[in-house]
């Protein structure tokens, strides 16, 4: 299981680390950090064939520090993900399955 910060400690608003591997039936987890509000969107293109992109996003943002939200990842495969908000200043993320 694996833990990502939303915002840098720097004040960057960029997912951190932005690029994560776990194995199939792990978790991460997203926790709110700098430059909210933030929120975790999976593009139905950018993810494995059999996952279900809306069900792994979280569209609500989070608006309080440390706030987080979780996701089992159960489909081998990469996913790609970003921050409604902040997806034009390239607050982006991914994740590989193994």
């Known amino acids: 299981d694996v833990t990502v910060k939303l915002g840098a400690d720097s004040g ?32 139905e293109d950018e ?3 059999g996952a279900n992109a ?3 996003s979280h569209e609500d943002y989070l608006n309080a520090p440390g706030e987080s939200y ?6 081998a495969g990469t996913y790609g993900y970003f921050c409604e908000p902040h997806q034009g200043a390239g607050m982006k993320g991914t994740i590989t399955v193994q």
């Open 12 to 43: 960057a608003l960029v997912f951190e680390p932005s690029s994560v591997t776990i194995k199939a039936g792990e978790t991460v987890t997203w926790v709110n950090n700098a430059g909210f509000p933030h929120n975790i969107v999976f593009d």
């Open 47 to 49: 993810v494995p064939s």
């Open 54 to 56: 809306e069900a792994l």
């Open 70 to 75: 979780s996701a089992k990842f159960d489909t």
